[in-house]
C-alpha cells in the first residue's frame, strides 16, 4: 500500500475507525466482506436478478442465507428490491449506484483472487504439511 493510499485511509477513519471495536464501519465491511456478501455484489453487478437466479447463480448458498445477506444489503443502501404484486410473487434485486461501487471493489478481491489460487492452494498446502494437517 502506498503512503497516499494510507494516508487517505486514516484521513476517512477520522470519521470511523475500522479498528475499533464498536466502528459501525466495521458492520458494513462484514456485510460487503462476507462470503455470501461478496458473491452477491458480483453476480448482481451483471444485473437484475429474481430471487431464484440469484440463488442459482450462488451456488451452494441456502436459501435463508441469501435472503437475510440480501436484507442486510438492502439495509445498507447497497441492493434495492422490487416487489411486483402478481401471483406467484415476482421479485427482483439489482444494485443500487453505491452498491455499484461496492461491487466493483469486491471483484477486484475476487479477481486476485482468482489469479492467485495457484500460489494461495501450494501455500496453505505447505503449511498444512508443516503442521502435520490433512
Not at 72 to 94: I, K
Request: hydrophobic residues 40%; contains cysteine; aromatic residues 6%.
Amino acid at each position: 500500500m502506498t503512503q497516499r493510499n494510507s494516508s487517505r485511509l486514516f484521513d476517512l477513519m477520522a470519521q470511523g475507525n475500522v479498528f475499533e471495536p464498536g466502528c459501525p464501519s466495521r458492520e458494513f465491511l462484514k456485510h460487503l466482506t462476507s462470503s455470501w456478501g461478496v458473491l452477491v455484489l458480483i453476480a448482481l453487478g451483471g444485473g437484475t436478478l429474481r430471487f431464484s437466479d440469484l440463488r442459482r447463480r450462488v451456488n451452494g448458498v441456502s436459501e435463508r442465507m441469501l435472503a437475510q445477506t440480501l436484507q442486510q444489503l438492502e439495509g445498507d443502501g447497497l441492493v434495492d428490491r422490487r416487489s411486483y404484486p402478481v401471483v406467484p410473487p415476482h421479485v427482483e434485486y439489482t444494485l443500487t449506484a453505491l452498491g455499484h461501487e461496492a461491487a466493483q471493489r469486491v471483484e477486484a478481491l475476487a479477481e486476485w483472487v482468482e489469479e492467485n489460487l495457484p500460489t494461495l492452494i501450494a501455500n496453505r498446502d505447505r503449511a498444512r504439511a508443516l503442521s502435520g494437517e490433512r
